[in-house]
T-cell receptor, first 109, second 118 residues
Framework: GIQVEQSPPDLILQEGANSTLRCNFS?????LQWFHQNPWGQLINLFY???GTKQNGRLSATTVATERYSLLYISSSQTTDSGVYFC???????????FGAGTQVVVTP | NAGVTQTPKFQVLKTGQSMTLQCAQD?????MSWYRQDPGMGLRLIHY???????DQGEVPNGYNVSRSTTEDFPLRLLSAAPSQTSVYFC?????????????????FGPGTRLTVL
């Protein structure tokens, strides 16, 4: 099956810093989503982005499907950005998502 | 819309007990699925359904049963709970079953059920 690798596995940021999270996948995908799992365990949809670039406030994402990677940018980080960020890819099949292992982000005041 | 709802939020079982985790969505979505999340790991697919009456296995189906008699509901049954099934369980849905580019495959997750098997 498709392999989804996220990097870095852990990230510690000071409030106000910028960061980039990466998601590599081993095969062509029909779709890709980024999620934020907050410290209470809730999974929050960030972006649904098969290709191109999207922005939502301080977050933006870029997927280059032909090169099999996606990037999530966090700018001016805040403590509320702490949590785990997952990417999940949808391959050419029934809508089964394959998740990466996640990037644990800690934003310190 | 309530979105995807799950009950219960928390559950403690003894080894060998059975129980059903409930999942419902009010978005008329074709596709529903169950994932489990173990500490420090991503989500792994247990079972999925592409429509009422149609289910199939995911990556880790052993020990779990599902059925889908209506579009709205997709319960997950643990037949004989084992400590290895201690996990957080998430239900998800999306509009369309077949993968495709563009809108329709965005998955929406419920709040999760934290299950402990002693």
């Amino acid at each position: 099956g498709i392999q989804v690798e996220q990097s870095p596995p852990d990230l510690i940021l000071q409030e106000g810093a910028n960061s980039t999270l990466r998601c590599n996948f081993s095969d062509s995908v029909n779709n890709l989503q980024w999620f934020h799992q907050n410290p209470w365990g809730q999974l929050i949809n960030l972006f649904y982005i098969p290709s191109g670039t999207k922005q939502n406030g301080r977050l933006s994402a870029t997927t280059v499907a032909t090169e099999r990677y996606s990037l999530l940018y966090i700018s001016s980080s805040q403590t509320t950005d702490s949590g785990v960020y997952f990417c999940a890819v949808l391959t050419d099949s029934w809508g089964k998502f394959q998740f990466g292992a996640g990037t644990q982000v800690v934003v310190t005041p | 819309n309530a979105g995807v709802t799950q009950t219960p939020k928390f559950q403690v079982l003894k080894t060998g007990q059975s129980m059903t985790l409930q999942c419902a969505q009010d978005m008329n979505h074709e596709y529903m699925s169950w994932y489990r999340q173990d500490p420090g790991m991503g989500l792994r697919l247990i079972h999925y359904s592409v429509g009422a009456g149609i289910t199939d296995q995911g990556e880790v189906p052993n020990g779990y049963n599902v059925s889908r008699s209506t579009t709205e509901d997709f319960p997950l049954r643990l037949l004989s709970a084992a400590p290895s099934q201690t996990s957080v369980y998430f239900c998800a849905s999306s509009a369309f079953a077949l993968s495709r580019q563009g809108v329709g495959n965005e998955q929406f997750f419920g709040p999760g059920t934290r299950l402990t098997v002693l």
